[in-house]
């Protein structure tokens, strides 16, 4: 389907994590696409936002609701008097812009907002699209008090995607959708996660295997089953591992590493805006997570040639093939999670073969794929087909 250039809002979160990148990316490869993109947020972003394109407006409405959390926390209480001043906003840049379409990511409170746009606009509201990321569905869309009403303000949009079938059916399930969502996988910029591309910034001679772990640090990620299969995995062959990210939980897991004997063998690096080239030097990237929708960090790593040994839960099953292009274990099941990763990392062959599987898995998820399956689904909105 070809696409006239749009007049896009995007709105997100601003804290570290996939929603935001995904958010974030799809403004920017937008805006390059020719499309008029203001991407809308409730505060300053962590870190800079590089908006390099002339099509691409960034505004920052509301108070910087984000001011003095956690860069990892998300924040999802908002008082009503935030929401009122975040709605109203956002009415006067869709007036002003003449945005043709609104498109949220994280239903928590964005949901919230558009079904009071929809009241405040009428007639002139535009087309609403809202993507369900993870968190929003299966623990906030199953809270007693926030679930049903997110339900409601979910019934208020045109249009609603998710990023894996997975999901696609949980929340049909979570939230009593008349509908399923329509499937939009996450997607990467392969040029930004191209093995062949990276720039080393740490050369390093051959060395160890080297295991990975990048997340928010959020409980949802079970971040301490890492230290315990890392350690479990210590004891059979010399390794080492790498931990990229903080949050909630990092100083659980700097206590269980500290107590051990393999202190040094455990690099904590903190927050990177730039996690291609310390991917890029590793072996094996750990997951544990006890949900997951999608899982950016493990597509990423499947781009740069690094296998992904992850819990078999939530969309991490549609992206890894156990034995073909990765590996996934039951959830809790640490012992088999050290039993692959400790014969993966002792077997070249099978190592080789598994990275060569993921690089070909990971193309698949190319933005300049994905990126029109947005364009087409915004397309047939305004056409009314839906
Ligand atoms: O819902 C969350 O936990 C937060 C959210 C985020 O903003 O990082 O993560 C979700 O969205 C990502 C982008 O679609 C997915 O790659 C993650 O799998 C998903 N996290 C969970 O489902 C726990």
Aim: proline share 5%; glycine share 4%.
């Amino acid at each position: 389907m070809s696409t006239l250039s749009l007049h896009i809002g995007i709105m997100c979160h601003t804290s570290l994590g996939g929603s935001v990148r995904i958010a974030r990316e799809l403004a920017l490869a937008l805006a390059q696409r020719g499309h008029e993109i203001h991407l809308i947020t409730p505060a300053i972003p962590q870190g800079s936002w590089d908006t390099l394109d002339n099509h691409l407006h960034h505004h920052v409405v509301g108070s910087n609701l984000y001011s003095n959390r956690h860069p990892a926390s998300l924040y999802t209480t908002w008082t009503k008097e935030e929401l009122l001043k975040f709605t109203t906003q956002v009415c006067c840049i869709i007036i002003s812009k003449r945005l043709e379409i609104l498109h949220f990511h994280y239903a928590v409170p964005f949901a919230q907002v558009a079904a009071h746009i929809r009241i405040h606009l009428g007639d002139r509201c535009p087309q609403l699209v809202g993507t369900l990321h993870g968190t929003d569905v299966t623990i906030l869309g199953r809270d007693p008090v926030i679930g049903p009403q997110l339900s409601s303000a979910l019934q208020a949009v045109n249009g609603l995607t998710t990023v894996s079938h997975c999901y696609a059916r949980l929340a049909q399930e979570t939230f009593c959708l008349p509908n399923l969502p329509k499937v939009i996988p996450n997607f990467i910029n392969q040029t930004q996660f191209d093995v062949n591309n990276v720039k080393n910034a740490f050369p390093c001679q051959h060395h160890r295997p080297r295991l990975i772990h990048i997340s928010n640090f959020r409980l949802v990620k079970n971040p301490q089953a890492i230290a315990h299969i890392f350690l479990a995995l210590r004891q059979r062959i010399d390794a080492e591992l790498w931990l990229i990210g903080s949050g909630p939980e990092l100083p659980a897991i700097k206590e269980i590493i500290e107590r051990s004997s393999y202190q040094s063998d455990v690099t904590f690096w903190g927050v990177q805006k730039d996690v291609a080239p310390l991917l890029a030097q590793t072996d094996l990237m750990l997951i544990t997570s006890q949900q997951e929708s999608f899982c950016l960090a493990a597509l990423e790593a499947m781009s740069l040639g690094v296998p992904v040994l992850a819990s078999k839960v939530g969309g991490l099953p549609e992206l890894i093939h156990h034995q073909v292009n990765g590996l996934l274990f039951l959830l809790d099941d640490l012992p088999s999670a050290v039993e692959m990763a400790v014969n993966l990392l002792t077997q070249p062959t099978q190592y080789q073969a598994m990275r060569a599987a993921a690089i070909a898995q990971a193309q698949q998820y190319d933005h300049k794929k994905v990126i029109p399956l947005y364009e087409d689904y915004y397309q047939t909105l305004l056409n009314n087909v839906i």
